[in-house]
């Protein structure tokens, strides 16, 4: 069986010492490593080399990370490439707008280097390839999308169509924040006229017939699949 393709980053931040540090620490792990100073740089090293994960620093000269995340994200090619922001601690404002035009999560200034390598590690383990099979399998629960099943410990789990629909696109991406307009549009389209609280009763009802707290909040945002 031939290696899994060496997985491309593209880091960018004004700040040299965050490149060489991250970068060195990246790279100790097996990754590919490309660098840009700046927004524009960014977007035009992205196209080139098509990373599987982008690290962007929110303040950034030229074309902010939100900026570059945004041009990014409305091209088909960039549609599932990761994205971590990097954010001032307390700027809890660009931690929103951030995942709202979707990023898939950040990580606080000053970066502790294991930190982000960890987050990085993780990102990756949560992307299921395309041809994975039709369970997805989280500790005990299995969530079977061709039998619309959801067992726990063996134990099924009766859910409402909708309600597995639900949970099921939340379950593909864990950890990332899907947001309320986003889950509208996947889940309910153009079949009827639905609102915010149409969600919040689903999750509730997928919360108490599962019996465990698997689908975390994000307020103001969205929700996301996060087993504890």
Same mark, same amino acid.
């Given at each position: 069986? +031939?290696?899994?393709?060496?997985?491309?980053?593209?880091? +960018?931040?004004?700040?040299?010492?965050?490149?060489?540090?991250?970068?060195?620490?990246?790279?100790?792990?097996?990754?590919?490593?490309?660098? =840009?100073?700046?927004?524009?740089?960014?977007?035009?090293?992205?196209?080139?080399?098509?990373?599987?994960?982008?690290?962007?620093?929110?303040?950034?000269?030229?074309?902010?990370?939100?900026?570059?995340?945004?041009?990014? #994200?409305?091209?088909?090619?960039?549609?599932?490439?990761?994205?971590?922001?990097?954010?001032?601690?307390?700027?809890?404002?660009?931690?929103?707008?951030?995942?709202?035009?979707?990023?898939?999560?950040?990580?606080?200034?000053?970066?502790?280097?294991?930190?982000?390598?960890?987050?990085?590690? +993780?990102?990756?383990?949560?992307?299921?390839?395309?041809?994975?099979?039709?369970?997805?399998?989280?500790?005990?629960?299995?969530?079977?999308?061709?039998?619309?099943?959801?067992?726990? =410990?063996?134990?099924?789990?009766?859910? +409402?169509?909708?309600?597995?629909?639900?949970?099921?696109?939340? =379950?593909?991406?864990?950890?990332?924040?899907?947001? #309320?307009?986003?889950?509208?549009?996947?889940?309910?389209?153009?079949?009827?006229?639905?609102?915010?609280?149409?969600?919040?009763?689903?999750?509730?009802?997928?919360?108490?017939?599962?019996?465990?707290?698997?689908?975390?909040?994000?307020?103001?945002?969205?929700?996301?699949?996060?087993?504890?």
């Amino acid at each position: 069986m +031939a290696a899994a393709p060496t997985k491309k980053i593209l880091i +960018a931040d004004d700040e040299p010492d965050i490149l060489e540090i991250v970068g060195y620490n990246l790279q100790k792990e097996g990754y590919e490593v490309h660098t =840009a100073k700046n927004g524009d740089e960014a977007v035009d090293l992205a196209k080139k080399i098509k990373p599987d994960l982008l690290i962007l620093d929110i303040m950034m000269p030229k074309k902010t990370g939100i900026e570059v995340c945004q041009l990014l #994200r409305a091209q088909t090619a960039f549609k599932e490439t990761l994205i971590i922001f990097l954010t001032a601690m307390s700027d809890e404002a660009s931690q929103i707008s951030g995942l709202e035009i979707g990023a898939d999560d950040y990580v606080n200034k000053p970066i502790s280097p294991k930190v982000l390598v960890s987050r990085v590690n +993780a990102l990756f383990r949560r992307v299921l390839p395309k041809e994975t099979s039709s369970v997805l399998q989280f500790g005990s629960m299995q969530i079977d999308t061709v039998k619309f099943m959801v067992t726990i =410990a063996g134990d099924e789990k009766v859910l +409402a169509k909708k309600e597995f629909e639900l949970l099921h696109l939340l =379950a593909s991406r864990p950890g990332r924040v899907f947001l #309320r307009n986003e889950i509208l549009s996947q889940i309910w389209g153009n079949e009827v006229i639905v609102g915010d609280r149409t969600i919040d009763v689903h999750i509730r009802k997928i919360r108490q017939k599962l019996g465990i707290d698997c689908i975390t909040t994000v307020k103001g945002v969205g929700y996301k699949f996060d087993l504890p």
